[in-house]
């Protein structure tokens, strides 16, 4: 872990995940500064344009533009979610913040209630980090105690108050309509948009939904205004992000830097490339974003904008390196293992089509593909993309058709001969147990 | 979805016994129960060793030694994933993505106790604690 941001910054020893130490650290001070000086819904929205942060849980989506589809007038009760089920291959950020700053993130949260008058929020985390469940759950604790959740917060007329909800193995509730209904209790299917979330959400109330590293990005901007934030980053691209680097580098962990810095550089932060092999592919923005060769990631600066120009996504900011030990076949056959298995099965091509995917892409990797099998790829992916209720189908179809776009060769190989381009003892050697 | 994870912290895994238990509990149907207990991979409908332990082999782990330790941990256990030990200490789950892949080989132990970095050493000390 490695920070020249915000969230993850001037963490020192065991204890920075409790609340004294974050009132330390200047924590509170902009959830403060809102209640003494009185700031409206309005000038917190606006900071939060002007800093032009964008949400961190994927999709890249204006936050300061969603926090204003809120309905003003409504009468009734609003919601507000937080997504921690950080289950997208490859992103493991928001367990780090949640492990070591998880009042960022209840301070967030408040704020962001308070701009949009919302009585109530939840924070949904993944169930395979249960320990950092309890441990929000016990930040939780300590912030009623302070004052800071629930009635009449800090002697204001405004009362907010927070919970904790676990997963229980499931990734499609990282979708948010699916996370809604997971905290509803039932499974975790995604619902069909509109209507949106912001006028139907949480039993069906109006609800917004942020990621962990959005809210958690929230108390800086304030504190320090939505134009500082923006100047760390770059123009459209605000801020610092966290980037999780996993894969053939010698130091994975999670890295928070400027939106805007070279590639290059964070692979050097990550310490290199292992056993100095080569750079073979980078999937940049999780497993659900296309696959690029080496050379053009060398090429790109990690921000929404450059990234997308290379025709990929900046996504959840999981950077999954891949040196020239890989075999792309064998890569791609796990990551479509994993949309087959984790499809919610409500839509045809979703359901079908993620099970199609994986079993030609296996018989391929076990020498059983034919010659037509790559035309078969992409057009089952192309009926699916775009006729599915969730964006999972989506994100099934991606990396089959970037892994054939950029690496066909070495699929037209596995066909042809039977076996991998990259000898298996190669691959064994690449991918064993590493010890930094 | 926490009434029926602190029943199948207490039981091991959710029989149809369990399942009907907790729905009664909360006053609803035993089939909407049900769906969600079959929804979520972390509920076990059928019975587990005394200890289950699921390794991560999703892309970014398998890169950096999930397949490997998960091979390793068969062979030392003498059984593949989705198997009991015959003396029923342990059973052997393949996992997806726990957002820890930074520290692979990552594994939990009961769902709820998260190893990193497991190098075969590792592995080796943390099968003899389990087995006390
Ligand atoms: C299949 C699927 C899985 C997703 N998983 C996550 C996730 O684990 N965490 C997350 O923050 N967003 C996830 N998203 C994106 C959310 O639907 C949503 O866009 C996001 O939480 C919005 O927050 P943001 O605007 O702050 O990024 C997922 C989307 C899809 C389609
Ligand atoms: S696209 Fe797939 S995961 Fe999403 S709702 Fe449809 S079947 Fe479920
Ligand atoms: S891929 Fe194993 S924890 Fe993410």
Redesign the pocket.
Known sequence: MSSQGIILSGLDGDRTWRLADYIKRGGYDALKKIIAEKLSADHVIGEVKKSSLRGRGGAGFPTGLKWSFMPRAFPGAKYLACNSDEGEPGTFKDRDILRYNPHAVIEGMIIAGYAMGCERGYNYIHGEIFEVYTRFEEALQEAREAGLLGKNILGSDFSFDLFAHHGYGAY?CG?ETALLESIEGKKG??RFKPPFPASFGLYGKPTTINNTETFASIPYIIREGGDAFLALGKPNNGGTKLFSVSGHVNKPGNYEIPLGTPFADLLEMAGGVRGGRKLKAVIPGGSSAPVLPGAVMMDCTMDYDSISKAGSMLGSGAVIVMDDSTCMVKALERLSYFYFEE?????TP??EGTGWLYRVVHRIENGLGRPDDLDLLNSVTANIMGR???A??DAASMPVQSFIKHFGDEFAFHIEHKKCLVPQDVQREGSKIYVA | MSALRIAQEEKGWLSSETIEFVAKYLEMPAIAVFEVASFYNMYDLSPVGARKITVCTNLPCALSGGVHAADYIKKRLGIDFNETTPDGRFTLKEGECMGACGDAPVLLVNNHQMCSWMTEEKIDQLLEDLKK
Do not use: A, D, K, N
């Open positions: 499609i979708e299917q995604p499809s919610c099965g409500q839509c979703c359901r599915t209720i969730c999972l189908g």
